[in-house]
C-alpha cells in the first residue's frame, strides 16, 4: 500500500503581506501537530540565478523582462528534483511564493499577456492548497522596509493585486484567502489538506492555448487550471 506523500502548500500575497512570517508560523503549527514540514521560499537565492534575481530584485542590475520572467520560473524549476524527493518521503512543503507570484507580476508590467506568463511554469509540481494573504495595500505600504525592492510601489502592488484576484478565479486550483494573522485555520487546511494525500501522486501545472489542463497524474483526470480569466491583451500603464 503507497505511503502517504506530503503536502504542497503555497502562500502567496503582495509584497510585505507577511507571507514569509506565516509560512514559518504554519511550518512550527504543523511540526507541533505531528506533521513533518519544512519551508521553502522563492527566489531561492543561495543558486546562481538566484543570486542573479535576488540583485535584480535590490536594484542593483536591470534584466530585460521577459529574460527575468524566465530566470525567475527557471529558479522554480531548479528546486524541483527536491520538492518531489521530499513530497515522496512524507514530508509537507510550506512554500513562500511560487508560480503565482511569477505570473501576476509579470502580467501587471505593460504589453504582457497573463498566457504568456504562465507558460514557462507549466509542468511544475501543483499544489495541493494555496493561501492567499489578504491584506490592504496601505497596510502593506506602511510596514518597515516597503520600497527597498524593486516592484515595491502602491502603483504597481494594486496591478498585481488585480492579477493574482484573476489567477484566484480558478476553480481547478485550490485557494484560500486568508487574513495576516496567526495560522491556526490554515494550520487546519494544511493537514486535512496532507491526510488527503495517501497514495495519491501530485499533479502538475498546466496551461494549454484554448484549453489550458491540469493533469491529476494519479487518475488521469483532466480539468480546466492555472488559467487566467482574460482573453484579450491588456496594456497598463507602466509603472
Not at 519544512?38 to 521577459?66: A, M, N
Amino acid at each position: 500500500m503507497a505511503g502517504r506523500r506530503g503536502a504542497l502548500i503555497v502562500l502567496e500575497g503582495v509584497d510585505r503581506a507577511g507571507k514569509s512570517t506565516q509560512s514559518r508560523k504554519l511550518v512550527e503549527a504543523l511540526r507541533a501537530a505531528g506533521h513533518c514540514a519544512e519551508l521553502l521560499r522563492f527566489p531561492e537565492r543561495s543558486t546562481e540565478i538566484g543570486k542573479l534575481l535576488s540583485s535584480y530584485l535590490e536594484k542593483k542590475r536591470e534584466v530585460e523582462d521577459h529574460s527575468v520572467h524566465l530566470l525567475f520560473s527557471a529558479n522554480r524549476w531548479e528546486q524541483v528534483p527536491l520538492i518531489k524527493e521530499k513530497l515522496g518521503q512524507g514530508v509537507t512543503l510550506v512554500v513562500d511564493r511560487y508560480a503565482f507570484s511569477g505570473v501576476a507580476f509579470t502580467s501587471a508590467k505593460e504589453n504582457f499577456h497573463l498566457d504568456w506568463c504562465k507558460q514557462p511554469d507549466v509542468g511544475l509540481p501543483k499544489p495541493d492548497l494555496v493561501v492567499f494573504l489578504q491584506l490592504q495595500l496601505a497596510v502593506a505600504a506602511a510596514r518597515g522596509e516597503f520600497g527597498r525592492e524593486r516592484y515595491e510601489n502602491r502603483a504597481f502592488q494594486e496591478r498585481v493585486l488585480q492579477r493574482f484576484h484573476q489567477l484566484m478565479r480558478d476553480p481547478a486550483l485550490n485557494w484560500k484567502v486568508a487574513v495576516s494573522t496567526p495560522p491556526r485555520s490554515m494550520c487546519r487546511q494544511g493537514a486535512v489538506r496532507s491526510a488527503g494525500c495517501r497514495g495519491r501522486q501530485a499533479g502538475f501545472l498546466s496551461a494549454r492555448p484554448g484549453g489550458p489542463m491540469s493533469r491529476d497524474s494519479s487518475s488521469g483526470s483532466q480539468r480546466p487550471s492555472f488559467r487566467g480569466q482574460e482573453t484579450g491583451l491588456r496594456r497598463d500603464k507602466a509603472m
